[in-house]
């Protein structure tokens, strides 16, 4: 993954969770990303889900 200077080895051996913390660290860092007002409790829920899931 590019942006995040991640090889593609890396980027494949990534579990979703550790993609999903690199990305919303990198949007943090740069000033991206959805206000946090924008995020409704059911994103919250559904992340979890997927999260649980998924890893």
Do not use: C, Q
């Amino acid at each position: 993954m590019p942006v995040l200077g991640w090889t593609p080895e890396v980027f494949w051996k990534a579990s979703i969770s550790e993609l999903y913390a690199a990305m919303d660290g990198y949007n943090k860092a740069n000033g991206l990303g959805p206000d946090e007002s924008d995020i409704t409790e059911d994103d919250h829920v559904e992340l979890r889900e997927l999260v649980n899931r998924y890893g």
